[in-house]
T-cell receptor, first 118, second 110 residues
Framework: DADVTQTPRNRITKTGKRIMLECSQT?????MYWYRQDPGLGLRLIYY???????NKGEISDGYSVSRQAQAKFSLSLESAIPNQTALYFC?????????????????FGSGTRLTVV | GEDVEQSLFLSVREGDSSVINCTYT??????LYWYKQEPGAGLQLLTY?????DMKQDQRLTVLLNKKDKHLSLRIADTQTGDSAIYFC??????????FGQGTELSVKP
């Protein structure tokens, strides 16, 4: 089983629909992140959580919300999907902010959810 | 602000060396990273360098860091078709979050 599992892998939804992307991890990490990837823009941080009671906005949080249901689960919701939210979404985990292998090197990414809003 | 910049595309012939470049703005970054994304997959850490180093070599990979110019490069020697992927440069910001560049798509032609 993958360390970080995202569901669904692919989703097509209509404009205005509510959709939830789920992420679960078996790494035992406290920190979890949601990124979106767009061609030519790299990965941009949507929301992050440093523990179960902690939720923080990233650089592009408008139109999104998150829920940290447990240490292992972090879900991303689009309350009313719009076409410019079509992207590849990645969940990631890390043990701490540290540095080197424990920091950015310690990020584990899921395989991504490809979301298309029509 | 924090910004990481990369060129979007690089095409090389199999067996040649590839050099992927990156510039960053946060001079307080202690570590800089290269991630690789193969088609249809997530990101995997390729290598990293501590900011007090100017070079790190790991088999076919060489990372060069010029702190004065805030320039990072990744050299892949003897590039193979299996090296075709998107390569992301990233830095850790003050809050401990990864900031990514746009990604460079490396295409290796036989």
């Amino acid at each position: 089983d993958a360390d970080v599992t995202q569901t669904p892998r692919n989703r097509i939804t209509k404009t205005g629909k509510r959709i939830m992307l789920e992420c679960s991890q078996t790494k035992g990490h406290d920190r979890m992140y949601w990124y979106r990837q767009d061609p030519g823009l790299g990965l941009r941080l949507i929301y992050y959580s440093f523990d179960v009671k902690d939720i923080n906005k990233g650089e592009i949080s408008d139109g999104y919300s998150v829920s940290r249901q447990a240490q292992a689960k972090f879900s991303l919701s689009l309350e009313s999907a719009i076409p410019n939210q079509t992207a590849l979404y990645f969940c990631a985990t890390s043990r701490d902010a540290g540095t080197g292998v424990l920091g950015g090197g310690g990020y584990t990414f899921g395989s991504g959810t490809r979301l298309t809003v029509v | 602000g924090e910004d990481v910049e990369q060129s979007l595309f690089l095409s090389v012939r199999e067996g040649d060396s590839s050099v992927i470049n990156c510039t960053y703005t946060d001079s307080s970054s202690t570590y800089l990273y290269w991630y690789k994304q193969e088609p249809g997959a997530g990101l995997q850490l390729l290598t990293y360098i501590f900011s007090n180093m100017d070079m790190k070599q790991d088999q076919r990979l060489t990372v060069l860091l010029n702190k004065k110019d805030k320039h990072l490069s990744l050299r892949i020697a003897d590039t193979q078709t299996g090296d075709s992927a998107i390569y992301f440069c990233a830095e850790i910001n003050q809050g401990g979050k990864l900031i990514f560049g746009q990604g460079t798509e490396l295409s290796v032609k036989p």
